[in-house]
Nanobody, 123 residues
Framework: QVQLVESGGGSVQSGGSLRLSCAADEYTYSTFCMAWFRQAPGKEREKVAS???????FYSDSVKGRFTISQDDDKNTLYLHMNNLKPEDTAMYYCAAGACAGDGDGVLAAETWGQGTQVTVSS
C-alpha cells in the first residue's frame, strides 16, 4: 500500500527552525523521487524541495539557502530541515512522490501525496 505520512509541523516565530518528516512505504521510497510542496491559502501549490536522480536536489528560489532536504534510507524517511523561517513560509506542507526529472528539477509530476502538515510562522 502506497503511503506517505508527514509529521513535524507546528508554530514558530520568525527566525526559528522546524524539521518535517515523511515516512514512506518501502516501494515508494525506493522507486520514486520525493519532494516537498507547500500551499498557502489563496496561492498555488509550490514545489520547494525535491530529490532527483544521481543524488541531485532541487530547491525553489524562495527557500534556497534556508531549507535542506535529506533522506534516511534505513527508515524510508524524507526530511525537510527548515531554518530562518519567515512568515511567508506559512503554509500546508505536503510530501509527494513521483518520477524523477533527471535534470535537477526533481519530481516531475507527483503521483502520491501525503495528508499534509501545517507550518505557521509568526512575526
Amino acid at each position: 500500500q502506497v503511503q506517505l505520512v508527514e509529521s513535524g509541523g507546528g508554530s514558530v516565530q520568525s527566525g526559528g527552525s522546524l524539521r518535517l518528516s515523511c515516512a514512506a512505504d518501502e516501494y515508494t521510497y525506493s522507486t520514486f523521487c520525493m519532494a516537498w510542496f507547500r500551499q498557502a491559502p489563496g496561492k498555488e501549490r509550490e514545489k520547494v524541495a525535491s530529490t532527483d536522480s544521481n543524488l541531485s536536489t532541487f530547491y525553489s528560489d524562495s527557500v534556497k539557502g534556508r531549507f535542506t532536504i535529506s533522506q534516511d534510507d534505513d527508515k524510508n524517511t524524507l526530511y525537510l530541515h527548515m531554518n530562518n523561517l519567515k512568515p511567508e513560509d506559512t503554509a500546508m506542507y505536503y510530501c509527494a512522490a513521483g518520477a524523477c526529472a533527471g535534470d535537477g528539477d526533481g519530481v516531475l509530476a507527483a503521483e502520491t501525496w501525503g495528508q499534509g502538515t501545517q507550518v505557521t510562522v509568526s512575526s
